[in-house]
C-alpha cells in the first residue's frame, strides 16, 4: 500500500496535487498565465477539480470550498481526491505529490487520506494482478499542513483500514475463525499489543453458551480472541474495551436466510471484529497513551445435524437462559458471551461494533451506522462528533427501557429476537442486559460491505469503524 512520505520541496517534473483556495497564487507553483487564467475560468464555473496538462506530467487543482461546515469540506476534499486519484490511475501516473498552498491543516490531512484510501484494492485472488494493480506507488506532500507526526499517523491509520478491508474481503473458505484469530496475532506482533486466543476447549471450560450454540452446526472451530493495548503511559485507569462481532460466515442457520443478496455477501459479518483488531493495531501503532482492550468472538453459523435450532434455550456465559426463536439472529449471541466477559476488567467504557441486523440498514442505509447505548450525553455526543468528523456517522436511536419487554420468553430469561418493529433497538436492548458498566452499540450493517464503490469508500469491505474509533479515542478523556 502507499506511504505518503514528506518534500521538503515541490520535486519538479512530478505530478501535482495543489490543494488551493480560489483566490490562490497559482504563478507561484509553474502554472503559466494561460494556464492561471483556465483555472480562473474553471472555477468560475464553480469545478472543484481542475486538471493542467503539463505535458510530461499534470497538475490537479482541488479548491477548497470555505462556503461548506469543515466537517462537509473535509468530506468534499476526501470525495476530491477520488476523483483526482481515478484520473492519476486512467493517466498511468505512478508519482504525485500533494501540494498544501496555505489551506486548513485538517482539509489538507483529509485530501491526503481520500488519496491513499482510493487506491485500496483487494488482487489477492485475481489472474494476472500486475496488470490490473493502480500506476501509483509513491505519494509525497509538501507545505505546512503536513507535519511529520501527522503524516506518519495517517499512514499508520490508513495501513489498518487496509488490512481491516482485507480481512472482510477474504473469502469465508480462507478466512475461518482460526485464521481470523491468526490475522489478530499477526497485526499483534507487528503493532506491539497483546493477543490471547481461546479456542474451543477454553470456550467450553468458560461455558460460553451463545459462542457455543452458534458453533454447533459448523465443522471449524470458534475462537474468542482478546487483544490488549496497555501503555505504561496510559491516562484510564479502567480500560476502555472494544467488542466486535465475528461471525466469518452467516448461512442464517436453520432459519436459513434466502437468496440472493442475503447469504452471498455473509463473508463480511466479521466486519466489527476485524475492525476492533484495526483499530488496536492503529493505537498501538501511534503508541496512543489509553488503555484499551479489543474482545472478539468468532464462528460461522452454518447447517449442520447438531445446527442449534428455534425452539432451543442456551445458557450464556453468566447464567442467563435464552430461548432461541430464529437462528440468524446469532451475532447477539456471541456478543452477549464477549460483554457478559468484559465485566472482569471493570471496564470505565465498552463499545460494540456488529452487522447485527437488517433492520438498522432499513432504517439509516449505507451512509450511517445506527447507534444507541446507555453511556453518559457527555461521551456519546463526541462520539457523534468524531463520526461527524470522519463522515463514518451515526444516526442515534432511541434506547428506552420499555424496548426490552419485546424480547421477554415466557419460558426463560429472554427470548432472542423481538417483534416485527424496531429490530435494531430490541437487538441493542438484548445486547445490555449482559452489561454493568456504560455502553454503546453500533450497527455498522449498513456501511461495513458495499456493493457499488462510494468515492473512496471502495466496493467491498469499505474498514468504517477504525477510523471512526481511532479518532473518539484520541479525543477520549
Not at 451506522?369 to 468524531?386: I, T
Request: with cysteine.
Amino acid at each position: 500500500m502507499i506511504q505518503i512520505t514528506i518534500d521538503k520541496e515541490i520535486p519538479k517534473g512530478r505530478s501535482l496535487a495543489l490543494l488551493a483556495e480560489a483566490s490562490c497564487d497559482f504563478g507561484r507553483y509553474g502554472l503559466t498565465p494561460g494556464e492561471i487564467n483556465y483555472i480562473k475560468a474553471r472555477t468560475e464555473a464553480d469545478a472543484k477539480q481542475i486538471v493542467v496538462n503539463k505535458g510530461d506530467f499534470q497538475v490537479f487543482v482541488q479548491i477548497v470550498d470555505h462556503a461548506c461546515a469543515v466537517n462537509k469540506e473535509a468530506e468534499n476534499m476526501r470525495c476530491g481526491a477520488d476523483k483526482i486519484h481515478n484520473r492519476i490511475v486512467g493517466e498511468k501516473i505512478d508519482a504525485v505529490t500533494i501540494v498544501d498552498t496555505g489551506i486548513d491543516r485538517r482539509l489538507a490531512l483529509a485530501f491526503a487520506e481520500g488519496l491513499v484510501l482510493s487506491d485500496y484494492q483487494f488482487l489477492k485472488y485475481v489472474g494476472k494482478r500486475e496488470e490490473k494493480r493502480h500506476s501509483l506507488t509513491h505519494v509525497s506532500a509538501t507545505g505546512k499542513a503536513f507535519e511529520v507526526s501527522e503524516v506518519d499517523n495517517l499512514n499508520r491509520l490508513t495501513a489498518a483500514v487496509y488490512k481491516t478491508r482485507d480481512m472482510v474481503n477474504e473469502p469465508a473458505d480462507f478466512m475461518t475463525a482460526t485464521q481470523l484469530a491468526r490475522e489478530f496475532e499477526s497485526m499483534g506482533k507487528e503493532a506491539g499489543f497483546a493477543v490471547q486466543v481461546f479456542r474451543k476447549p477454553e470456550i467450553q471450560a468458560m461455558k460460553m453458551g451463545g459462542i457455543l450454540a452458534v458453533n454447533r452446526g459448523s465443522a471449524e472451530e470458534p475462537t474468542f480472541s482478546v487483544m490488549e493495548w496497555k501503555p505504561e503511559n496510559a491516562r484510564n485507569k479502567r480500560p476502555v474495551i472494544l467488542v466486535g462481532k465475528g461471525v466469518v460466515y452467516d448461512t442464517g442457520g436453520l432459519s436459513l436466510k434466502p437468496t440472493p443478496n442475503s447469504m452471498d455477501y455473509m463473508k463480511c459479518d466479521m466486519s466489527g471484529g476485524a475492525a476492533v483488531a484495526g483499530i488496536l493495531y492503529t493505537i498501538a501503532s501511534v503508541k496512543l497513551p489509553l488503555h484499551v482492550v479489543g474482545l472478539v468472538p468468532a464462528t460461522d453459523n452454518r447447517l449442520g445435524s447438531r445446527s442449534y435450532s428455534p425452539g432451543d434455550i442456551i445458557t450464556m456465559y453468566d447464567g442467563t437462559t435464552v430461548e432461541v426463536l430464529n437462528t440468524d439472529a446469532e451475532g447477539r449471541l456471541i456478543l452477549a458471551d464477549a460483554l457478559s466477559y468484559a465485566k472482569k476488567y471493570a471496564p470505565e467504557l465498552v463499545i460494540d461494533m456488529a452487522t447485527l441486523t437488517g433492520a438498522a440498514t432499513r432504517a439509516v442505509g449505507e451512509r450511517a451506522m445506527a447507534g444507541m447505548g446507555n453511556a453518559s450525553r457527555e461521551v456519546f455526543e463526541l462520539l457523534k462528533e468524531c463520526g461527524d468528523a470522519v463522515f463514518e456517522r451515526i444516526a442515534e436511536l432511541p434506547f428506552w427501557d420499555d424496548y426490552a419487554e419485546d424480547i421477554k420468553s415466557d419460558i426463560a430469561d429472554m427470548k432472542n429476537i423481538g417483534g416485527n418493529l424496531a429490530g435494531a433497538i430490541t437487538a441493542g436492548k438484548f445486547l445490555e442486559h449482559f452489561t454493568d458498566y456504560p455502553y454503546i452499540h453500533l450497527d455498522i450493517a449498513g456501511p461495513a460491505f458495499l456493493k457499488k464503490t462510494d468515492a473512496y469508500r471502495i466496493k467491498g469491505g469499505t474498514g468504517v469503524g477504525v477510523r471512526l474509533l481511532f479518532e473518539f479515542l484520541k479525543n477520549y478523556r
